[in-house]
């Protein structure tokens, strides 16, 4: 389907219980052209089991939908193509699991400025 959130809820509505949105056209390989919409669909479709149907093209592109909070991706064309696609489906297992634990742990959040990480009070080091 759509990453459209208006066309999600009528799909919904209409009674299907799985959203598949795609990441970018079919077969292209060009991961997830639009994260805004596919992390909009999962901040307001909190109960809906979302998977990625297309686009994918590589492991880094199924990590990255793992921690947008996506619960699978839908592989064919990334495997099939691949020169060695037993290795590449192992890659993308380890991606997979890797996305969904960073998803899982909470990805920091971004900020527009550099933000200090350093505590600006007391002792920062230790100092022996």
Avoid: Y
């Avoid at 066309?7 to 994260?35: F, H, K, Y």
């Avoid at 939908?65 to 993308?92: H, K, T, Y």
């Avoid at 969904?100 to 920091?108: K, P, S, T, Y």
């Amino acid at each position: 389907c759509t990453d459209d959130l208006v066309t999600c809820r009528r799909l919904l509505d209409a009674g299907c219980e799985v959203l598949m949105p795609w990441g970018a056209p079919i077969g292209s390989g060009q991961g997830l052209i639009n994260p805004f919409a596919l992390r909009t669909l999962r901040e307001r479709l909190p109960g809906v089991p979302l998977i990625v149907d297309a686009g994918i093209g590589a492991p880094s592109h199924a990590a990255q939908a793992m921690e947008l909070g996506f619960d699978g991706v839908l592989l064919n064309s990334a495997v099939a193509q691949a020169g060695d696609p037993i290795r590449m489906a192992a890659a993308f297992g380890q991606a997979i699991a890797a996305g969904r634990l960073g998803f899982e742990a909470g990805v920091m959040a971004r900020q527009d400025m550099a933000v200090a990480s350093t505590p600006v009070g007391g002792r920062p080091f230790l100092i022996a």
